[in-house]
C-alpha cells in the first residue's frame, strides 16, 4: 500500500464521529467503526480494555469509550501495522501514561500527621465560625 493511501486510510479512521449515546450494540459500533461484528468479539478476547457490558437479553452494549477503544485498536493493527501482541502492549503503555498524568501525587501522610492536618484544619473551621458568629 502506498503511504499515500495509508495517510487516506488513516485520516478516515479520524474523521468518524460517535455519536452522543450512553450505549451502542455490536451492529452500531460494527458499522461505525467499519468492521465485522465478529471481528469486535474477537477482540473482547484479545484486549482486556474492551469489555462491553451485557444487557439483560446478553446484547452487547459499548460505551463510548468501547467504541473509541476499537477505533484505536483498527488504527494499531491496520493503519499502524502492530501484531495483536504489539498492539495489546501499546495500549498498556499509553494507559500508563494516561494514569500519571491525570493522578495527583499526594506524598504518603502518616497517621499521626494526618490527625495533626486534620486538628489545624477544626482549629482553623472553629476560628471563622466564631468570627462569623461574634
Known sequence: MSSRKKSAVKSKTDEIL????????????ATLCRLPAYVLRFWESEFP???????????????????????????LLYEQGFTI??????????????KGQSAIPFPAQSPAEMQRIRQGLREILDMLTARRTG
Not at 501482541?85 to 494516561?98: F, H, M, P, T, Y
Open 49 to 75: 480494555q474492551l469489555k462491553p457490558v451485557k444487557s439483560s437479553t446478553g446484547q452487547r452494549m459499548y460505551r463510548k469509550r468501547d467504541v473509541e477503544s476499537v477505533l484505536r485498536i483498527k488504527q
Open 85 to 98: 501482541v504489539g498492539a495489546r502492549q501499546q495500549l498498556r503503555s499509553e494507559a500508563k501514561i494516561d
Open 18 to 29: 460517535i455519536p452522543d449515546k450512553l450505549y451502542f450494540r455490536i451492529g452500531e459500533v
